[in-house]
């Protein structure tokens, strides 16, 4: 393993807005804080808001932060993070997957963290950054050095197009449970749903909840991150909220949902990390989805069919699992796999085979051009 040999330099690059409600910024700092656990040292280099600056060189005091401010910001940002980050001399720059960046040939290896069909997502956004993608994607991503992805699905699709001789490994998303205190037990009351989200994410399905709401309305939908005006007096809407703020919400529910309409992006797996905090909360879970760590067959799971039927469909197996669980919490010893210490050193492990094959080649060469 890395951490066992010697302390290792890596360089992470990634873009990420709004740190204060963001689960990304919250994976960043679990991730961080294991790598500098095992002896490595770690540098921060992102693409944020200006509201986010601090956030981010509260996790890294040496964080570069690049602030999107304009169009042109933006683009002179993506085509200089990740050579800013190889810039550092680190052993190995790792990069969070977001489009367009440009990643040059380092001298270094460079190892992407695929999280998404990012080319599915942009055309549903927008056809012109789509088509984009589509003519940039082999040249922008050939230099990498590794590749981890958060669903065995994302790794066999390959949408990256990434040569079969470069390492790949899936790794889903992990969570610290360390850091999250579990949920007293739930007293009786009405039945009620849980929900996290964001703007504008489409194949989260909150259309889904919204209309089960309706046609459930003795069963109370919490739903955080998002802000719609409607006159139902079971759907709750509070926008962005931090951990601490709606961990009072959850207390009042029986179980998390995860997301509802994942084949909009047309896949069938995932990792969320909302569903890894809904556990670590204590809540069990309801999605349309496979989870790449969960088994469906655990009590604390309801997996419903992935397709085109609406949730109100499936009432009355969603009755059935809130009186199961009415005055249930899910227990730290069925999640135990999802904590971050264990996701990360089979990450770090894996990044040390990258480090190991990279001398292997650079030695190989030495001793070609020693000889000539």
């Known amino acids: 393993m890395l951490g066992r040999r010697v302390s290792k330099k890596i360089a992470y690059a990634l873009v990420c807005y709004d740190a204060e409600h963001s689960g990304v910024f919250k994976k960043i700092l679990d991730q961080v804080t294991v790598w500098k656990s095992l002896g490595h040292s770690v540098q921060l280099y992102v693409i944020t808001d200006e509201e986010s600056r601090n956030r981010w060189q509260e996790i890294d005091s040496n964080c570069v932060v690049l602030v999107d401010r304009t169009t042109l910001s933006k683009i002179v940002n993506r085509f200089k993070l990740v050579s800013l980050a190889a810039r550092s001399s680190p052993s190995l720059v790792y990069i969070r997957d977001n489009f367009p960046l440009r990643i040059p040939r380092l001298g270094i290896p460079a190892v992407i963290e695929v999280q998404s069909l990012v080319g599915q997502e942009l ?164 999605s349309r989805y496979k989870d790449t760590d969960l088994d469906a067959a655990q009590d604390y799971i309801l997996e419903l069919p992935s397709n085109s039927r609406p949730l109100t469909d499936f009432s009355k197996e969603i009755r059935a699992f809130l009186d199961e669980w009415s005055e249930k919490r899910v227990s730290r010893e069925q999640i135990q796999h999802l904590d971050v210490r264990t996701k990360e050193k089979i990450r770090i492990g894996f990044l040390e085979e990258i480090l190991m094959l990279a001398e292997g080649r650079n030695n190989q060469e030495s001793k070609s051009e020693s000889k000539n």
């Not at 949902?257 to 905090?277: C, I, Y």
């Open 123 to 286: 055309r549903m956004r927008s056809k012109p950054r789509h088509t984009t993608f589509l003519l940039l994607k082999k040249f922008l991503y050939r230099s990498l050095a590794g590749a981890i992805f958060v669903t065995r699905e994302l790794m066999v699709i390959n949408e990256f197009k990434l040569r079969r001789q470069v390492p790949k490994i899936t790794i889903g998303n992990g969570i610290d449970l360390a850091n999250i205190e579990q949920l007293p037990r739930r007293m009786k009351g009405r039945p009620a749903l849980f929900f996290v989200g964001s703007p504008n994410q489409p194949w989260h399905g909150i259309e889904q909840l919204i209309e089960f709401g309706i046609s459930n309305p003795d069963i109370d939908i919490h739903i955080v991150g998002e802000l719609i005006k409607l006159s139902q007096p079971n759907l709750y809407f509070y926008g962005n909220l931090n951990r601490e703020s709606y961990k009072t919400i959850a207390t009042k529910c029986i179980a998390g949902v995860g997301t509802l309409n994942l084949a909009l992006k047309s896949m069938e797996e995932a990792s969320p990390l909302k569903v890894r905090e809904y556990l670590a909360l204590g809540l069990p879970v309801i």
